[in-house]
């Protein structure tokens, strides 16, 4: 009692309670009298009012006091509920213990955010949808759905304990749900969990006393699917929990690969220890190997054999086994080994594999005799997977060069699968949206593939796929050598030519009659001279415009200090490779005066051996 009200004339109450109340009309005889809040009406300002644990069995037979905002009617014999849109300014609402069959008559209550129905006889929710619940208790009914809920946005904490509810299909819309109580119901199915998988913010899970429970790794289970909980059947869930229930249920590509590797390593240690021929006498030259990777239907299998038949004195296929059927045209040995799931098996166990992966409900592995086949025939071994069969590989002592082809436009790579006619709709969505899952691989770990190749266009990624494993292979530079030997000698016939002159002390000679037998043929060529003569010689002649004489000497004295070296030297768009430390400029001052010191060091006074060689001798040395 807050005393009385400014008039003067009226009380002001924040808080009513009245407690139970029973009155002996006999000595001998108990009879309850109906209670009367009546008086109720005459307290406009009265806020909370408590009225549990009473027999009151008429539903607010009083006048709504306007700032009416919680009202307690628990444990009376309440049976039907009516109309309360006077009651707009009504927050709490608690009618526990009753015998309500049916929620009805809340519909105008605007302010109501707090409703508590437990046990009571409700068997089906309604005239619910458009009040601002908070927080709904359905505890101790009869309810066998959670139907008549989906348009309570608000709402945060729901107990539905008790109850016969078997789905959880009407909550997946209440996106604000923190806290959910479904102890003791007749959910059997780990999969009704899903229902609730994007209510991001529920923190909190009861499902204890449902049969659901019986089922094996049933708290991984459901915390895999919820993984934003928090607390599951009253218990905090841990961060291993966590983790354990990724690892069983999605683990990471990683996770599989490691895995993978740890089980085929266990088994090949249980079997005899021998040398293979794949075993390198080093440890920085391991055996060479070449992984094609990429989506399904990509053409790495088709460009693995492409390229193993015009490089056929370098690389050999290796076949992998899988336990998918033949598609048309495949052939057993030649494209992979076709074997049954138990012959599969029964390889692992052997230690046969090197890795296995699975992919569209089939298994592919590639084997320690495939490998071995190649390489006991002196060749690199030439091999085609999918990127978890990459990840485990890398796991491995192998070391491979892995090449990714990836298509790049979607649209022509769906159609390319679809006309083949092999793979159904839902293989063709998974291949395309596998791309995403190489460029991300790509893009997130740099160097993992050692080279991209886009494969929309087949005859173009053949041919890039040429110029990277020559590069592998050391083909591409000497091609380009070749082709600046031809572009040189073309250079001849316009008489102006490039001559390299290599000068080898105490090693070979030769005289100017040689020297001029070589200009005189307008022929670049590469001679070994040992007489200064000769250079001088060579740099006085009218035949040659362009002269880049390169000097190796064997005794380090006779080197000049701090001379700079020149790599490369061009005439006329020709580029020569000098593979020797350095140049000498005609132009150069420094040069002549060098070249003097060369002719006296190589006179025939010096080193016997020039003057004991004919001319003819000289000039072919």
């Known amino acids: ?22 009155t002996y009309t006999h000595t001998h005889t108990h009879t309850p009298l109906a209670f009367d809040l009546s008086c109720v009406s005459h307290m406009p300002s009265l806020i909370i009012l408590d009225a549990s644990h009473n027999e009151l069995s008429d539903f607010f037979g009083f006048q709504p006091p306007k700032n009416l905002k919680e009202v307690n009617f628990s444990h009376n014999h309440m049976t039907k509920m009516k109309d309360l849109s006077a009651f707009s300014s009504l927050c709490k609402l608690e009618l526990d213990y009753n015998s309500f069959s049916e929620i009805s008559g809340l519909e105008q209550c605007c302010s109501l955010t707090h409703l508590s129905l437990a046990h009571n006889k409700i068997s089906r929710i309604s005239g619910l949808d458009s009040l601002p619940l908070k927080n709904l208790c359905l505890r101790g009914n009869q309810l066998e759905t959670t139907e008549g809920l989906e348009n309570l946005k608000c709402l945060q904490v729901l107990d539905l304990s008790k109850n016969c509810i078997t789905s959880l299909s009407g909550l997946r819309n209440l996106h604000l749900l923190d806290s959910l109580n479904l102890e003791s119901n007749l959910i059997s199915e780990i999969k009704e969990a899903t229902h609730i998988h994007d209510l991001l913010l529920l923190r909190d899970f009861n499902l204890k006393g449902n049969p659901v429970q019986d089922q094996p790794d049933y708290r991984l289970s459901v915390i895999f699917l919820l993984q934003h909980l928090t607390s599951l059947d009253q218990e905090n869930i841990t961060a291993e929990e966590k983790v354990s229930s990724v690892n069983k249920y999605d683990p990471p590509l990683d996770v599989v690969a490691a895995r993978d590797h740890m089980t085929h390593l266990l088994y090949q240690l249980m079997q005899p220890q021998v040398l293979y021929d794949s075993t390198l006498a080093s440890v920085a030259s391991p055996y060479p190997m070449l992984v094609l990777t990429g989506p399904q239907a990509c053409g790495k299998r088709e460009l693995a054999h492409k390229l193993c038949q015009e490089f056929s004195e370098y690389f050999a296929t290796g076949g992998c086994h899988t336990t998918r059927k033949p598609y048309l045209g495949e052939e057993n040995g030649s494209d992979y080994h076709f074997v049954s799931e138990d012959d599969f098996q029964n390889m692992i166990h052997m230690g046969k594999f090197i890795q296995t992966m699975q992919y569209g409900g089939h298994r592919f592995g590639l084997s320690r005799d ?252």
């Not at 003067?8 to 009245?18: D, K, V």
């Not at 091609?479 to 070979?508: E, I, P, W, Y």
């Not at 590469?526 to 250079?535: G, K, P």
């Open 1 to 22: 009692n807050l005393g009385r009200a400014a008039s003067g004339l009226q009380c002001l109450y924040q808080f009513r309670s009245l407690p139970v109340r029973n």
């Open 370 to 621: 495939a490998i071995e086949d190649v390489a006991r025939e002196g060749l690199a071994c030439c091999v085609h997977m999918e990127l978890e069969g990459v990840l485990s590989l890398k796991n491995s002592y192998f070391e491979p060069r892995y090449i990714l082809l990836i298509p790049t436009q979607v649209e022509q790579y769906t159609r390319h699968m679809r006309m083949r006619g092999l793979y159904t709709r839902t293989q063709i969505d998974t291949a395309v949206a596998r791309i995403k899952l190489y460029t991300n691989i790509n893009r997130q770990r740099p160097g993992f593939f050692d080279n991209v190749i886009p494969c929309d266009d087949q005859e173009e990624a053949y041919q890039m796929l040429k110029l990277v494993v020559k590069s592998y292979l050391g083909l591409e530079e000497q091609s380009k050598d070749d082709h600046n030997d031809r572009a040189s000698l073309d250079q001849t016939s316009t008489g102006m030519f490039h001559l390299c002159v290599f000068v080898f002390m105490h090693v070979c000679a030769c005289d100017t009659v040689g020297a001029h037998a070589c200009m005189s043929a307008h022929t670049q060529c590469i001679i070994c001279l040992c007489s200064a003569s000769c250079v001088c010689m060579l740099l006085s002649s009218h035949a040659v415009t362009d002269i880049s004489i390169t000097v190796s000497l064997s005794a380090s004295e006779h080197l000049p200090e701090e001379r700079p070296a020149s790599a490369l030297s061009s005439t006329s768009g020709s580029v020569t490779k000098s593979y020797l430390p350095m140049a000498l400029d005609p132009s150069d001052s420094f040069s002549r005066n060098y070249c003097a010191m060369v002719q006296a060091q190589l006179s025939p006074q010096k080193n016997p051996a020039v003057s004991n060689l004919t001319s003819y001798e000289k000039c072919i040395w």
